[in-house]
Nanobody, 122 residues
């Protein structure tokens, strides 16, 4: 089974930046896309961004376009989410998950990281 390890969350003021990392236990870029999802308190999980190395596609939620950038380092089996100009509404637990493609956020594989908490203060 693929194991994913999410890290990089923390407390930041509005307007600040954080970089999240999603490290995979094995080489996955040829089989899976990696998506970042978040869950705010009392809300459901929503897609934030996704990257598919097999076809070079990326996907962003409208709410983060222009502020977040997803990238991958296949040599390190790691996907990054650079988050700039953070807003209080970006607060939540961020999860990375392996997906079958990114189109419409792809199809879940069942492989998820444990989540990392991002708190943006106003």
């Amino acid at each position: 089974d693929v194991q994913l390890q999410a890290s990089g969350g923390g407390l930041v003021q509005a307007g600040g930046s954080l970089r999240l990392s999603c490290a995979a236990s094995e080489f996955t870029s040829d089989r899976y896309a990696i998506g970042w999802f978040r869950q705010a308190p009392g809300k459901g999980r929503e897609g934030v961004s996704c990257i598919s190395s097999s076809d070079g596609s990326t996907l962003y939620a409208d709410s983060v376009k222009g502020r977040f950038t997803i990238s991958s380092d296949n040599a390190k089996n790691t996907v990054y989410l650079q988050m700039n100009s953070l807003k209080p509404e970006d607060t939540g637990v961020y999860y990375c998950g392996a997906r079958y493609g990114c189109k419409a956020w792809g199809i879940q594989t069942g492989y998820w990281g444990q989540g990392t908490l991002v708190t943006v203060s106003s």
